[in-house]
Structure formats: C-alpha cells, structure tokens
C-alpha cells in the first residue's frame, strides 16, 4: 500500500518532527524499561535503516480519482462494456469485491466467451471471478505480471487513497464497504504460502489520541483488534499508538500465482494494445471488461483520473520483523519474504516513473529516526 497525507487514517499522523527527532534511547536501563523487557512490546524488533542494506527502488502511478473508482457497464455499439478501474492506492485490497461489483453489473444473462482488457490485480480478479461462474475468457494486455503496475504495490490490505472526503456520497460508501468486504472474505481463504497472503499486526503512531477516520468508520467490522494500546506494550516513542490486525498481500506472489490459475483454467492471454475505443470494436467478443487502470484516462477520456505517483525503498529481508507501522508524515513500514518496505509519497499529478533521491533520503531519513527510537533493546 502507498500512502498519503489525504488518506483520512493518516491524517491524524501529521506534524512528525517533534515526535521522532532526537528520541533514540539505549538499551532497557531505567525501571521503566525493564518493566517494558517483559512486556509485548520489547518483542518487536526495530528494523535495521541502513542505506548498504537496500536492495531495490520501486516506483508506480496510483490511478487517482477524487470520487472513487468506477464500477458501471454501458452499452458499447453492438458490445457491452463494464469499467472497474480507478482505485487509487486500494487496487489489491479492494481487488475481489470490486470485481464482484463489475461482474454483477455486466453479465445479465449473458453466453459466451468474455474479454478482459488489461493484466493488472483488477484484470485477474475479474477473469477468475468470469472462469468461476464457467466463462470463457480471453485477457487482453500489453504487460503480463511482473511488468504491471500491480506488482509494485506494497499490498497491505488496507482501502487507502481510494477517494477524497470531500467528494465522497453516499452512493460511494456503499460500494466501497461492498467492494472491501467481499474482499476481505476472499483473501483470508487464500492465506498461505501459495498465494503469498498472510495476518500481519499494525501499529498506527500519533501525536494526538487516535479516532476513527472516515474509511475506518466505514470499514470497521473488517479491522479486528482495533485499539488504542498503552505505552509498555509497544516499544515506539510516540504519544499515542492504535494497533488493530491486518492482512499483507505479497503480489509478486499473488499476481504469479493468479496468472497460473487462469491459465490452468484454459484462459487465453492476448498481447496487445488499444489506442481508442473504436480498437474495442474488433473484438469478438461482445461482453468487454475494462481493467486497464490508469490507461482509461486516454482510452475512454477520464478526465478526473489522475496519477499519484508513488516511491518504494525495499531493504534486505528481516524475517523477525514481523509487523507493520505507520508514522507522521504518512510514512509506514511492512514486512514482505522479498523484503521490508519502506514508503511515505504520494505525489498527485506527477506522471514521472524515475526514482527521486530526494524521497529516497526522506523515507530512509524518517525511518531511521523511527527505529533508532525504540524505547528497548530487541530481543536476543
């Protein structure tokens, strides 16, 4: 998951300076940490920030728009076509359910075979759903995974950087909570090694005392355990920490795992790209799905859709990290097999795919100062 100030479980994250410079302390010497020793929180162990421990850079556009994604089919010459894209920094979270939206917004009684336009975690959603209810399906793409923007999403499950509050409607909640809890249920019983999806506990720090935001309002029966906890159970200098359990998608995994199963499955897989819609009308296929995320600002004229571009540093695997945590600033770290993610932008507008130095830096300089304060010593 890439993350930003505008995310309403973020927002109570602002103004990080005073609360993580100049907290680093050493080992569990006074009486209040050794009380701590004992406690859950001296279980954690920090992450190691060091810059000769970085492993790789990864750098994506979030398909933003400030009401939402779309899930609506409309007729399309003698075609039908159903648009489920548009889902900011909650693709893999939101994934399942929106694609059960698309699916019962377009099938109708519908026979024969089915396109999908586009190989991102929405393309394989809706091609999985469409072979399970015993259609035949052929995807239409111009990059297969691992070349999609899904596969550099950090995965967390959490629907982050989805809409912006002020455009938000009624019509909208409803779909978000139906999109995100038809999610929810389809990822737990995917848990395992085989698709990369696991339980991961969170950690949410705060200088004020936390409360719900809109999005966990909304989506608070999936968010289990969600507590504000006190200060010898956890190890983070911080006023304020909110703690709840979560899940970690990890979509090299997934997204690898979900192409087979479609292949397995006898879907067909066709190289190619669209420049207009009227490309749309050779198909031979007269039920068109279109999954094609930030693309369908271009293909069919979206002009609320916008990219928000977002910076990843992966640092070398730390199997005993076994946690996730958010900070001011809208910085946040999880932890992956293929490594620990470091994240923290999100830059509205910004079309460029080349890394910044200058997030760099920032994300490094901020978790350092986040782990180089940990109130005790790891365990041994």
Not at 87 to 96: D, F, P
Not at 209 to 236: C, K, Q, V, W, Y
Request: with cysteine.
């Amino acid at each position: 998951m890439l993350t930003s100030q505008t995310t309403d479980r973020r927002a109570l994250l602002a103004g990080a300076g005073a609360l993580l410079g100049g907290l680093a302390l050493q080992g569990c010497t006074t009486t209040a940490s050794r009380a701590m020793s004992s406690s859950l929180g001296c279980r954690l162990h920090p992450v190691d920030v060091r810059r000769e421990r970085h492993i790789r850079t990864l750098v994506g556009l979030r398909p933003f728009r400030a009401s939402g994604f779309v899930v609506r089919a409309e007729a399309f010459g003698d075609k039908r076509l159903v648009h489920n894209y548009g889902h900011g920094g909650g693709g893999i979270t939101l994934s399942w359910g929106s694609s059960r939206l698309a699916l019962d917004a377009g099938l109708r009684a519908h026979s024969g075979p089915v396109a999908v336009i586009g190989a991102g975690i929405m393309g394989l959603t809706t091609a999985r759903l469409l072979q399970e209810a015993g259609y035949l399906v052929r995807i239409y793409t111009a990059q297969l995974p691992p070349h999609t923007t899904s596969n550099i999403a950090g995965g967390q499950w959490y629907p982050s950087l989805v809409y912006r509050r002020s455009a938000l409607t009624p019509a909208f909640e409803r779909q978000l909570v139906a999109a995100a809890a038809y999610s929810y249920r389809r990822f737990q019983i995917m848990i395992g090694d085989r698709y990369g999806v696991r339980w991961m506990r969170n950690y949410e720090l705060s200088q004020r005392a936390p409360s719900p935001g809109n999005t966990d309002r909304l989506i608070a029966s999936m968010m289990p355990e969600a507590r504000a906890i006190e200060p010898d159970a956890h190890p983070f200098a911080a006023p304020f920490v909110r703690q709840y359990d979560g899940m970690i998608v990890e979509t090299p995994t997934f997204l690898r795992q979900m192409l087979d199963d479609i292949r397995l499955a006898g879907g067909e897989i066709a190289i190619r790209s669209f420049r207009n819609p009227a490309d749309l009308m050779a198909l031979p296929e007269t039920l068109i799905f279109n999954c094609t995320g930030l693309g369908a600002k271009a293909l069919f004229g979206d002009e609320e859709l916008v990219p928000m571009r977002g910076q990843l540093e992966i640092l070398l695997p730390q199997p005993e990290v076994d946690y996730a945590v958010s900070a001011p600033g809208g910085i946040y770290m999880f932890s992956r097999r293929d490594g620990i993610i470091l994240g923290g932008t999100a830059d509205r507008g910004e079309w460029s795919m080349e890394p910044s130095e200058t997030a760099a830096d920032r994300i490094f300089t901020r978790h350092r100062q986040l782990f180089d304060a940990f109130r005790c010593a790891p365990p041994a």
